[in-house]
């Protein structure tokens, strides 16, 4: 039984400390770098994607850098608040318990290249690189919360149903190749094939969990759960402790993903285009295991649980869920759906090519559930050598978020800074959504393109290269 207190230690330690920490957490390539197509890395938004360049080459690690987060719960000024008549910090889940949402959810989000190299190849546009990807998922049904706030006793007879509660953490390394090639003069597709090496993840893949407490003629509390669970993992440490070269060294456990995009020209100022990103699964072998509960329901006598008055809130989580549960560990192969995600946009260009307005839908499909955002940018070519644009992006729960990005190019350097939340990089602490990224390439494109600068024809890329002319 101690091992099981130790995994539910883990396990509690880890949905508690994703609320007290979203400042350091992590998300993907938002929204913004849509359309800004002189940056070969939109081509991650859309594989049909081309920059007019003859070829990119990024420098490591700082090829790309995508970091952010979306919380329905709120930012960490939520959770945590000085105390009156004092300078120390309080902890209180009060606020996000009475927000009204049934099940907050988490997604956080790293990207980073590791190396990125593109080239083209008649009108062909190849790339080729290794990405890293760190992901967290988890939906935190209110039970939860108010069970590790308040403890049992205030929901005597009530059911506590936690069956919402849901875990998806992954870390993968990321081999992909892709290709970009015309058809004919209005339609250019793309497509971008994966090979995934996955070092470790944590999932749930069944959650029945509830708990009804009773108080009877004795004045005894009782206990009664339902308790159909199981969680699998991959790739921890154990008691033998961690090993880099080890896990680093991993290819047992593999996955496949697809991206598939399309890029239309209808008229000269006016493109559409859709892709549908990362559609595929991982397959765990390796240092596989997997717990489960042996018994559907349990019944047992005990005290009521205070958390707020404990010095050890956690370990008392942990001592409960012991109770609890009986678990079975198993070592078992187990595979993971990734959460694929569907672009739909549209982009119209002023006549002099400078100015470009976009329209973008974005919908991400995760476990359970499905997170939609709308948004709208301006871009201005001021010049072959620099580019910027602003946005605004609706998110169901976090609707306020203004972005920008600047574009440098100063031969052959490429600087890009993106932003989907300006104002999240000020005051992150009060933001749902945050989310930045930055890139340097070395960006070989034609010279005659930076002649004139005052010829749009003459400046790379100031409309869809859908022909790669």
């Not at 960490?76 to 889940?93: E, H, R, T, V």
């Not at 973008?360 to 955002?373: E, N």
């Not at 490429?414 to 959504?433: A, C, E, M």
């Amino acid at each position: 039984m101690k091992k099981n207190l130790h995994i539910f230690r883990k396990i509690s330690f880890l949905l508690l400390s994703v609320i007290l920490l979203p400042q350091f957490s992590v998300a993907q390539n938002g929204f913004i770098l849509h359309g800004m197509r002189d940056v070969q890395q939109s081509s991650f938004l859309n594989p049909a994607f081309t920059s007019g360049a003859n070829i990119v080459v990024g420098f490591p690690m700082l090829s790309n850098l995508s970091t952010g987060l979306l919380n329905t719960a709120g930012g960490i000024n939520d959770f945590i608040s000085k105390s009156a008549n004092s300078d120390s910090l309080s902890f209180d889940l009060s606020k996000v318990i009475n927000n009204g949402q049934p099940v907050d959810k988490i997604t956080e989000f790293l990207d980073m290249d590791i190396f990125f190299a593109g080239f083209k190849a008649g009108n062909t546009f190849i790339t080729l690189g290794v990405r890293q990807h760190l992901f967290f998922q988890a939906l935190l049904d209110k039970d939860l919360l108010k069970l590790a706030w308040n403890g049992n006793a205030p929901y005597v007879n009530q059911t506590l149903d936690l069956s919402h509660t849901a875990v998806n953490v992954y870390h993968l390394i990321d081999y992909h190749l892709g290709i970009s090639v015309p058809i004919g003069d209005k339609f250019r597709v793309g497509a971008r094939l994966h090979l995934l090496q996955g070092l470790s993840n944590i999932s749930t893949e069944n959650n029945g969990v509830s708990m009804k407490t009773l108080l009877n003629s004795n004045n005894e509390y009782e206990i009664h759960a339902r308790t159909n669970f199981l969680v699998n993992t991959s790739g921890l440490p154990d008691s033998t402790g961690f090993d880099a070269k080890n896990y680093l060294l991993n290819f047992k456990n593999t996955g496949f993903a697809i991206d598939l995009g399309v890029d239309v020209q209808l008229t000269k100022q006016v493109s559409v285009n859709a892709s549908i990103l990362n559609w595929g699964k991982v397959f765990y072998r390796s240092n596989t295991k997997t717990y489960k509960s042996i018994k559907d329901s349990i019944s047992f006598n005990g005290s009521s649980i205070d958390f707020i008055n404990n010095d050890d809130p956690i370990g008392s989580i942990g001592d409960t869920l012991k109770k609890i549960f009986d678990l079975k560990e198993e070592s078992q192969n187990y595979q993971i759906q990734l959460p694929a995600r569907i672009l739909i946009g549209g982009e119209y260009y002023t006549k002099d090519m400078r100015n470009d307005f976009s329209l973008l839908f974005s919908g991400h499909f995760f476990k359970d559930y499905f997170v939609s955002a709308v948004s709208v940018g301006y871009s201005r070519y001021v010049s072959g050598h620099f580019t910027f644009k602003v946005n605004y992006t609706y998110i169901k729960d976090a609707p306020m978020n203004f972005g920008a990005a600047v574009v440098c190019n100063l031969f052959p350097f490429q600087v890009y800074l993106y932003s989907d939340n300006i104002q999240g990089l000020f005051q992150w602490d009060r933001q749902k959504y945050v989310q930045a990224g930055f890139g340097l390439n070395i960006r070989i494109a034609p010279r005659n393109t930076r002649r004139n600068s005052n010829n749009p024809n003459n400046i790379h890329n100031l409309r869809p290269d859908i022909a790669g002319k």
